[in-house]
């Protein structure tokens, strides 16, 4: 895989102009420019049987930068569209197509909201907030530790329209749909990734400064593992 750019460099400038109020990311996400990630790759050298053999959860992580390509994967697998006969789907399952998740990206330079139909992120937040991430989930230092954290954040009551009171349970089964093929991704890639679901929900949604119909449900560290 060619290494053209790191994504932190690519991110980098865009921080720099854009400071982003992070009080409700979904509105003032349409304040600031969008960043394309390449293209997904839908072939890869790994098979899936040996992807599932290899995968581990993996707590240490070398300070190596992913590349945008590799990024772009991740988000691909997570949230990427998937095209149908008569509708455009997702590449993780979702009761009722209602895609009730938002996928965020945390690194160095910032947070940053992953946007499915365009395959873009866009900014949420400047800075390096790793480390708050990380002391909302209890100090568990490879969070703050692995050069991405992916978050994914679900909309509980946009799923109870339909499905009522069985609606958080449906969006944890989606969560879980999500986080493996994130974790089964980062193994194709040469990368690792864990899967945390212990973590204060106040003090996580508060990091992303999340408004009040979202709600943090998965912290997914990926990164290269340190051997």
């Excluded at 982003?20 to 390449?38: F, V, Y």
């Excluded at 992953?114 to 909302?136: E, F, N, P, T």
């Excluded at 703050?144 to 992916?150: F, L, S």
């Excluded at 749909?177 to 890639?189: D, K, R, T």
């Amino acid at each position: 895989m060619e290494k053209a750019f790191m994504v932190t460099s690519m991110l980098c400038s865009i921080g720099a102009l854009w400071l982003i109020a992070a009080d409700k990311p979904d509105e003032s996400a349409k304040q600031a420019p969008e960043t394309a990630l390449p293209s997904p790759k839908t072939t890869g050298a790994m098979p899936l049987e040996e992807a599932i053999a290899k995968r581990r959860s993996v707590r240490s992580y070398k300070p190596d930068a992913l590349t945008s390509e590799q990024l772009s994967q991740i988000l691909w697998s997570a949230q990427g569209l998937s095209p149908r006969k008569r509708f455009m789907a997702r590449n993780a399952p979702s009761a009722g197509g209602i895609y009730p998740l938002e996928v965020y990206v945390f690194d160095k330079t910032g947070i940053y909201q992953y946007l499915a139909k365009s395959h873009s992120l866009i900014l949420v937040k400047q800075g390096d907030v790793r480390k708050s991430l990380c002391d909302s989930a209890y100090g568990q230092a490879y969070i703050a530790q692995a050069p991405v954290d992916i978050v994914l954040a679900g909309d509980v009551a946009k799923c109870a329209k339909r499905y009522g009171n069985r609606a958080p349970r449906y969006i944890a089964m989606e969560a879980g749909h999500v986080g493996q093929n994130i974790s089964l991704e980062a193994v194709a890639l040469g990368l690792g990734a864990v899967m945390i679901g212990a973590f204060d929900d106040e003090k996580a949604n508060e990091v992303l400064g999340l408004p009040d119909n979202l709600s943090v449900f998965y912290i997914i560290p990926v990164g290269y593992p340190k051997e």
